[in-house]
């Protein structure tokens, strides 16, 4: 059994330091309670935002002061993170993000759809959809708007993922309504549906409330390999911190349905296809 945090942090955009601390407290809060995995948010540091140029001052290279405070944080807790951040290479931006254990870096991810604004902050991805074997499973790793493209999880899946980590920051503009009766915005419900779809555990941290220009929905869900909510949604306009014990042998019980109904294996391969990096999946 695994236990997965969802930290549902937020900052204003351009407070690298104060954001970046706000996470390792929360992190640090969740380790505290007994997880195993904790999950934060896109962009957390140094703050979602589409101004190039604050985040150019925000932004960091892969072993900066972010990677090496969570990979600490990682080993002395012997715990995992996953967080997004604003990574800087060269002459280049990139919205990034990054799985950390006890050992340091075990996922580095350069997100591949750029949402709306993004486009004229940052360059698209260029590090395809990792996965990595730790002793919590196998575990992969995308952002926010990535799961709007459904190959993105079936492809993670189908390299064998059995929890996607999706650091997020949802804010409104893709779809008319904000929340349901039930408190998901429409991206934690997709997340949800997608998470049946393709059978495994997906584990989404968004920021909340009002900071710069965004207005943010909050709502972070970890669903199970049903469709289930075990966290969340989150609230809408606040921060939180939600936990949940996961089984990854129910991945592999959810392959099979019962009744004949199968579908990785009932998937037509001979009609239609996915490739990745040049690789049938």
Same mark, same amino acid.
């Not at 190039?52 to 990682?74: N, V």
């Given at each position: 059994?695994?236990?997965?945090?969802?930290?549902?942090?937020?900052?204003?955009?351009g407070?690298?330091?104060?954001?970046?601390?706000?996470?390792?407290?929360?992190?640090? !809060?969740?380790?505290e309670r007994? %997880?195993?995995? &904790?999950?934060? /948010?896109?962009?957390?540091v140094? *703050?979602? #935002?589409?101004d =190039?140029?604050?985040?150019?001052?925000?932004?960091?290279?892969?072993?900066?002061?972010?990677?090496?405070?969570?990979?600490?944080?990682?080993a002395?807790?012997?715990?995992?993170i996953?967080a997004?951040?604003?990574?800087?290479?060269?002459?280049r931006?990139y919205?990034?993000?990054?799985?950390?254990?006890?050992?340091g870096?075990?996922?580095?991810?350069?997100?591949?759809?750029?949402?709306?604004?993004?486009?004229g902050?940052f360059?698209?991805?260029?590090?395809?959809?990792?996965?990595?074997?730790?002793?919590?499973?196998?575990?992969g790793?995308?952002?926010c708007?990535?799961?709007?493209?459904?190959?993105?999880?079936? !492809?993670?899946?189908?390299?064998g %993922?059995?929890l &996607?980590?999706? /650091?997020?920051?949802?804010?409104? *503009?893709? #779809?008319?309504? =904000?929340w349901?009766?039930?408190?998901?915005?429409?991206?934690?419900?997709?997340?949800?549906?997608q998470?049946?779809?393709?059978?495994v555990?997906?584990?989404c941290?968004?920021?909340?409330?009002?900071?710069?220009?965004?207005?943010?929905?909050?709502?972070s869900i970890?669903?199970?390999?049903?469709?289930?909510?075990?966290?969340?949604?989150?609230?809408?306009?606040?921060?939180?911190?939600?936990?949940?014990?996961?089984?990854?042998?129910?991945?592999?019980?959810?392959?099979?349905?019962g009744?004949?109904?199968?579908p990785?294996?009932?998937?037509?391969?001979?009609?239609?296809?996915?490739?990745?990096?040049?690789?049938?999946?």
């Open positions: 059994m695994t236990v997965v945090a969802l930290a549902q942090v937020s900052g204003p955009p407070a690298a330091d104060a954001n970046r601390a706000k996470g390792l407290e929360a992190a640090a !809060a969740a380790f007994g %997880a195993d995995l &904790v999950v934060l /948010p896109e962009l957390l140094p *703050g979602y #935002d589409w =190039r140029e604050r985040l150019e001052r925000g932004a960091e290279e892969l072993d900066g002061p972010s990677l090496q405070a969570w990979s600490a944080l990682a002395k807790s012997g715990g995992w996953a997004g951040f604003a990574e800087r290479e060269a002459e931006l919205n990034s993000a990054v799985l950390v254990g006890p050992e870096l075990a996922l580095h991810y350069r997100k591949l759809h750029l949402f709306s604004g993004e486009k902050a360059t698209p991805g260029d590090r395809g959809l990792p996965v990595v074997a730790t002793p919590h499973g196998t575990i790793l995308c952002v708007y990535d799961l709007r493209f459904v190959e993105t999880l079936r !492809a993670l899946a189908l390299r %993922a059995e &996607v980590c999706v /650091p997020t920051a949802w804010v409104t *503009g893709f #779809d008319q309504q =904000r349901d009766a039930e408190g998901f915005c429409p991206q934690a419900r997709i997340a949800a549906m998470a049946n779809l393709d059978g555990f997906v584990a941290a968004s920021q909340a409330g009002e900071w710069g220009e965004h207005s943010f929905l909050g709502s970890l669903a199970d390999p049903r469709g289930r909510a075990l966290v969340g949604p989150l609230p809408g306009d606040a921060d939180d911190l939600g936990l949940a014990e996961v089984d990854l042998a129910e991945v592999a019980n959810a392959q099979s349905r009744g004949g109904i199968d990785r294996l009932d998937r037509r391969t001979d009609v239609y296809g996915l490739a990745l990096e040049g690789r049938e999946l």
